[in-house]
């Protein structure tokens, strides 16, 4: 059974450029959230994408966008890249048809730097 | 607003027991999950707490106060592999929303 995969494991963009991350979650699961985690902190919702909608948005601005397709994938996207987007951005799939608590199943992420 | 405090270091050592507090204030409360990260790692699911009281899985325990908008995890008979960072996280509108804490770097020394 494989857990949750991402793509690309590290990426190096400049300020100003556009990237595409990429998830496949769980397989059974339908319910895909992003998150981005700097050094030493705890990790920080971004969105979460539930039959490919965006069913909640953290405290992020527009240059971050998602899309779910109808296998459960998904990719983030950041456009307008700045230094302070450096960070491991992890995806996390649960379930959420008749789960109490959804309990989340996080990838190995993508660490991102911008130069 | 969301905010979690979590002590920012313990340390303790091998065969010991140690309790990881997390505090939170939140709007739309559904439950206290916990989370572990080794470093270079993705997090991992421990435990979750929607009710008061205890929850126990196996050397790790968790527990909530909704009153009080506490909770703790309590690691027992320590081993070196459990040295890693411990992240609380309150999830909220109905499982759509996750609040995580800044994390507590836990080290066990021999």
């Known amino acids: 059974d494989a857990g949750v995969t991402q793509s690309p494991t590290h990426l190096i963009k400049t300020r100003g450029q556009q990237v595409t991350l990429r998830c496949s979650p769980k397989?059974?699961?339908?319910?895909v959230s992003w998150y981005q985690q700097a050094l030493g902190q705890g990790p920080q919702f971004i969105f979460q994408?539930?039959?490919?909608?965006?069913?909640q948005r953290g405290n992020f601005p527009d240059r971050f966008s998602g899309h779910q397709f109808p296998n459960y994938s998904s990719e983030l996207n950041v456009n307008a890249l700045l230094l302070g987007d450096s960070a491991l951005y992890l995806c996390a799939s649960s379930l959420t048809a008749g789960s109490s608590y959804n309990e989340q199943f996080f990838g190995p992420g993508t660490r991102l730097t911008v130069l | 607003g969301q905010s979690l405090e979590q002590p920012s270091e313990v340390t303790a050592v091998e065969g010991a027991i140690v309790q990881i507090n997390c505090t939170y204030q939140?709007?739309?409360?559904?439950?206290l999950s916990w989370y572990q990260q080794h470093d270079g790692g993705a997090p991992t699911f421990l435990s979750y707490n929607a009710l008061d009281g205890l929850e126990e899985t196996g050397r790790f325990s968790s527990f909530l106060s909704r009153s009080d908008s506490y909770g703790y995890l309590l690691l027992q008979e320590l081993q070196m592999k459990d040295s890693a960072s411990y992240f609380c996280?309150?999830?909220?509108?109905?499982?759509?929303?996750?609040?995580f804490g800044p994390g507590t770097r836990l080290s066990v020394l021999p």
């Open positions: 996280a309150v999830t909220s509108n109905y499982g759509q929303n996750f609040v």
């Open positions: 939140t709007s739309g409360f559904y439950g």
């Open positions: 397989s059974g699961h339908d319910t």
């Open positions: 994408y539930y039959e490919e909608e965006e069913r």
